[in-house]
């Protein structure tokens, strides 16, 4: 009986140093992971990962129903970099109709299945990947002073409010095409299929 507990022990053991392994390279290798299909070159520490995922599923009826062909990501990485920290700011899109780049980009209040205001607009210029893809990089170095356009919050504020409830929080993507939005998406914490508990903000 006991030659039974300590084998069990020593399997238990031996499983949970495995899980803390595989959860230890992945970390060492989360800025080198193929993201969006190409390695980006991320500098500094990772603190923490907020990401949507749109499409036009979640655009509400009332407007044109949204792009029914497109897709898009939206990602914002806020890490520890030059002794302070920082965010990355990514959308891809997917096979977006109509004409190019898109009217307007933006990080909204509201749940889903609700309208809400905005919360930033995000400005930027859009690079064409391929026909059917395209991305817009924004980064902002020192989160915790830099104020968020045509607000008097911080962009570590606005983090801060969309980490501690990300579902209150959509991202939506307007074109020519579809102003009312061609896509849309609610806001939730971390990498796909991680591993290890999420880092809050």
């Known amino acids: 009986m006991a030659g039974s507990l300590q084998a069990a022990s020593r399997g238990v053991a031996l499983l949970l140093a495995l899980v803390l392994a595989v959860a230890s390279s992945a970390d060492a290798r989360i800025f080198k992971q193929p993201v969006f299909g190409r390695l ?20 509400l009826s009332g407007s044109l129903g949204g792009d029914a062909a497109a897709h898009a ?10 002794n302070q920290i920082n965010a990355h700011v990514h959308f891809n899109g997917h096979d977006l109709t109509g004409q190019l780049p898109p009217n307007n980009q933006s990080i909204n209040l509201g749940f889903r299945g609700a309208n809400g205001p905005v919360v930033w607009n995000i400005e930027g210029s859009w690079t064409v990947q391929d026909p059917t893809q395209i991305e817009l990089d924004r980064w902002i170095m020192g989160v915790r002073r830099t104020v968020v356009p045509g607000t008097s919050m911080t962009f570590m504020q606005m983090i801060h409010r969309i980490d501690k409830n990300p579902a209150k929080f959509y991202g939506t993507i307007s074109t020519d095409s579809f102003p009312d939005g061609a ?9 796909p299929n991680m591993l290890w508990p999420v880092p809050r903000c």
């Open 183 to 191: 896509v849309r998406g609610q806001f939730i914490r971390g990498f």
């Open 40 to 59: 980006l070159p991320f500098p500094g520490r990772l603190r923490c990962v907020l990401r949507a995922d749109l499409s036009s599923n979640e655009v």
């Open 73 to 82: 990501d939206l990602w914002i990485r806020v890490y520890w970099f030059q």
